[in-house]
């Protein structure tokens, strides 16, 4: 999986009260499937949710288990079983103290069928993937359109999706340029424009 940049989260809901505010309850999600599951962010985001009794289905390149995790897992019980693998940052796990299904699918080149089928049937979506480089069309693929991929099938395997987290920074990076910030690097236009167009598509239906 390409580098993941850690950045704010943007949420969105198909559920909104009077004041245009999401009404989804915490208590009403009851699985999520999440974008980038294996990387910094994601691995960590899975974990807290599945610690809260949320079923979880990470969906990434490597699928496997990021090791810190598996450490973690190994400590607080003892039906875990680990195998280490000649990544030093990675193992395989099993264990029953946590839900999480891991996944391993390259979504920018699977069907929307593959996809589908890995998304599952959650009631949530959250992304955190996001890669860093200098080509502009792998950022426009693995900031924009992976994300786009993904959002419109959590839509099309259920209707009532309840929510979508996007971890974003476009917006934030223009108000800056707004206010004076010196002119990005060419690349870096592809990288934000990414992230505005995975920013719409996660809002869209809102």
Do not use: H
């Not at 099993?94 to 890995?118: G, K, P, Q, R, Y």
């Not at 259920?158 to 690097?185: D, F, R, T």
């Amino acid at each position: 999986m390409s580098s993941s940049d850690s950045d704010s989260t943007t949420p969105t809901s198909d559920n909104t009260d009077n004041n245009n505010n999401p009404s989804t309850s915490a208590s009403a999600i009851k699985s999520v499937t999440v974008l980038g599951g294996t990387g910094f962010v994601g691995s960590r985001v899975c974990k807290i949710l599945s610690d809260k009794g949320i079923n979880v289905r990470s969906i990434s390149k490597s699928g496997t288990v990021p090791k810190w995790l598996s450490v973690a897992k190994k400590s607080t019980t003892t039906t875990a079983t680990t195998t280490e693998d000649d990544d030093e940052s990675t193992s395989t796990t099993t264990s029953t103290s946590t839900d999480i299904n891991w996944i391993s699918l390259d979504i920018l080149n699977v069907s929307d069928e593959e996809l589908d089928t890995a998304m599952g049937l959650p009631d949530a979506i959250i992304s955190c993937i996001g890669v860093v480089g200098t080509d502009p069309q792998k950022l426009i693929d693995g900031n924009g359109i992976v994300n786009m991929k993904g959002f419109d099938s959590a839509r099309r395997v259920n209707n009532k999706l309840k929510s979508i987290a996007y971890v974003s920074v476009s917006s934030e990076v223009k108000a800056c340029q707004e206010n004076g910030w010196p002119k990005l690097p060419d690349f870096m236009e592809s990288y934000f424009k990414a992230k505005n167009m995975a920013e719409q598509s996660a809002q869209d239906g809102d």
